[in-house]
């Protein structure tokens, strides 16, 4: 029987551990914690069905300039910490050049075509329907230019796509979400989305499954991994484990395991941010507010509202200043009482320069295999690419085509 030892139980790493099982390999999922209780946790629990294109860094110097000002809420970052990132944010201004970006979007959009039925048939087989809306999300405008801008965009990606969306003046709005108290200049409706009340309970149900299949959940470290006489080898807390094949589908944390074998990977670490907020009244469907770049999911726990990316230090102290500005912006639409938690959550997106993940064997050691990479998207893609991963390393036909996930291609 073949074997892997796959390193990271986020979604990626599930997706890849389910996939390589359904398969017939022996695998054993390796983590320092529960299953899904990092990235995978806090993000805003939406499986991005129409997020065809990959988010691209602005080009233009008024966009810059606001960045850099810090005039928006979408990117905050502390300036102490900006030299760590300008080498990885240099070449992902390089890859979003429009040619090289539509490129990338040509692949991406293969993979995006696949998430919702990936994520169906595990959601079907871990009985995790419970945790699943399939209405959609929305995005609302306040200025009226910017709601236009935003459906004639729309209007683009469902012709070259077929993504399906529409566009709902503030009194359809106000209708379909009665606990807002303003509905601005109206929304941009995404049909096809999901959403999900509470990701790490996904996680886990599909960690559940894949236990129930017959296969291994331990904790261990991941910079245990070496080459063994079977292939390779980790440290668990029941002794170590060997197996012919290892996937690194550690996320942010990839590079740093990597490095060890002679991998230099850049990769933008965006920090984010998430808390839930009591409120007599919650939304229907997450509702992401586009001037001051964050969403309000309604969560098991409580109204999530989680923010865009953070530029710091592995080792800064977290500085929720976008969460404040969030729940500022929130108040003017939504009544909202005290939050749940004593602190904000915070977690690290793994975002690769090119905008697509790496997906396939490591260039240099045989049996060593990347899946990482996924940026905004871990939660949208990871059973997708997990499925795409396990094809490949079994010799299968791929679902897509995997040339562009290739380790070593850039």
């Given at each position: 029987?073949?074997?892997?030892?796959?390193l990271?139980?986020?979604?990626?790493?599930?997706g890849?551990?389910?996939?390589l099982?359904?398969?017939?390999?022996?695998?054993?999922?390796?983590d320092?914690?529960?299953?899904?209780?990092?990235?995978?946790f806090?993000?805003?629990?939406i499986?991005?069905?129409?997020a065809?294109?990959?988010?691209?860094?602005?080009?233009d110097?008024?966009?810059?300039w606001?960045i850099?000002r810090?005039?928006?809420n979408?990117v905050?970052?502390?300036?102490?910490?900006l030299h760590?990132?300008?080498?990885?944010?240099?070449?992902?201004?390089?890859?979003s050049a429009?040619?090289r970006?539509a490129?990338?979007?040509?692949a991406?959009?293969t993979?995006?075509?696949q998430?919702i039925?990936?994520h169906?048939a595990?959601?079907?087989?871990?009985?995790?329907?419970?945790l699943?809306r399939?209405?959609g999300?929305?995005?609302?405008?306040?200025?009226r230019?910017?709601?236009?801008e935003?459906?004639a965009?729309?209007?683009?990606?469902?012709?070259?796509?077929?993504?399906?969306?529409?566009?709902?003046?503030?009194?359809?709005?106000g209708?379909a979400?009665?606990?807002?108290?303003?509905?601005?200049?109206?929304?941009?409706?995404?049909?096809?989305?999901w959403?999900?009340?509470?990701?790490?309970?996904?996680?886990?149900?599909?960690?559940?499954?894949?236990?129930r299949?017959?296969?291994?959940?331990?904790?261990g470290?991941?910079?245990?991994l070496a080459?063994a006489?079977r292939?390779?080898?980790?440290r668990?807390?029941?002794?170590?484990v060997?197996a012919?094949?290892?996937v690194?589908?550690?996320g942010?944390?990839?590079?740093?395991?990597?490095r060890r074998?002679g991998?230099?990977?850049?990769?933008?670490?965006?920090r984010?941010y998430?808390?839930?907020?009591?409120?007599?009244?919650?939304l229907?469907?997450?509702?992401l507010?586009?001037?001051?770049?964050?969403?309000?999911?309604?969560?098991?726990?409580?109204?999530?509202?989680?923010t865009?990316?953070e530029?710091?230090?592995p080792?800064?102290?977290?500085a929720?200043?976008?969460?404040?500005r969030?729940?500022a912006?929130?108040r003017?639409?939504?009544?909202?009482?005290g939050?749940?938690?004593?602190a904000?959550?915070?977690?690290?997106?793994?975002?690769?320069?090119?905008m697509?993940?790496?997906?396939?064997e490591a260039?240099?050691?045989?049996g060593?295999?990347?899946?990482?990479?996924?940026?905004?998207?871990?939660?949208?893609?990871g059973?997708?690419?997990?499925?795409?991963?396990?094809?490949?390393?079994?010799?299968e036909?791929p679902?897509?085509p995997?040339?562009p996930?290739r380790?070593?291609?850039?």
């Amino acid at each position: 029987m073949r074997s892997a030892i796959v390193l990271g139980a986020g979604m990626v790493g599930l997706g890849t551990a389910l996939h390589l099982q359904q398969r017939g390999w022996s695998v054993v999922l390796v983590d320092r914690a529960e299953p899904g209780r990092e990235t995978s946790f806090g993000n805003a629990g939406i499986i991005q069905g129409e997020a065809v294109e990959p988010y691209a860094m602005p080009r233009d110097r008024a966009s810059l300039w606001a960045i850099a000002r810090g005039r928006g809420n979408d990117v905050h970052y502390e300036a102490r910490f900006l030299h760590r990132h300008l080498g990885a944010l240099a070449r992902y201004w390089w890859h979003s050049a429009p040619r090289r970006h539509a490129a990338a979007s040509r692949a991406y959009a293969t993979l995006i075509g696949q998430a919702i039925p990936e994520h169906a048939a595990l959601i079907a087989a871990s009985g995790a329907g419970n945790l699943v809306r399939r209405g959609g999300f929305r995005v609302l405008f306040r200025e009226r230019r910017a709601l236009d801008e935003a459906a004639a965009e729309a209007e683009r990606l469902r012709a070259a796509y077929g993504v399906r969306a529409r566009v709902l003046p503030p009194a359809e709005l106000g209708a379909a979400e009665p606990a807002l108290r303003s509905a601005g200049e109206g929304a941009v409706h995404w049909e096809d989305p999901w959403s999900v009340r509470d990701p790490g309970a996904l996680a886990a149900a599909y960690a559940a499954l894949f236990a129930r299949r017959g296969g291994v959940v331990a904790r261990g470290e991941a910079d245990s991994l070496a080459p063994a006489a079977r292939g390779w080898r980790v440290r668990t807390a029941d002794g170590p484990v060997e197996a012919a094949a290892a996937v690194v589908a550690l996320g942010p944390w990839s590079p740093d395991v990597l490095r060890r074998f002679g991998y230099r990977i850049a990769m933008v670490r965006k920090r984010g941010y998430h808390r839930h907020w009591r409120s007599a009244r919650t939304l229907e469907l997450p509702l992401l507010d586009a001037q001051h770049g964050y969403v309000m999911a309604p969560m098991a726990a409580g109204l999530r509202l989680t923010t865009g990316a953070e530029l710091a230090g592995p080792e800064a102290a977290t500085a929720p200043v976008q969460l404040a500005r969030a729940e500022a912006a929130a108040r003017d639409l939504i009544d909202l009482d005290g939050p749940r938690e004593n602190a904000p959550w915070s977690g690290t997106r793994p975002c690769l320069p090119g905008m697509l993940p790496l997906v396939g064997e490591a260039p240099r050691h045989p049996g060593l295999w990347f899946h990482f990479g996924h940026g905004h998207q871990g939660l949208t893609l990871g059973p997708t690419t997990g499925r795409l991963l396990a094809e490949v390393m079994s010799g299968e036909t791929p679902l897509v085509p995997a040339a562009p996930f290739r380790p070593g291609r850039r």
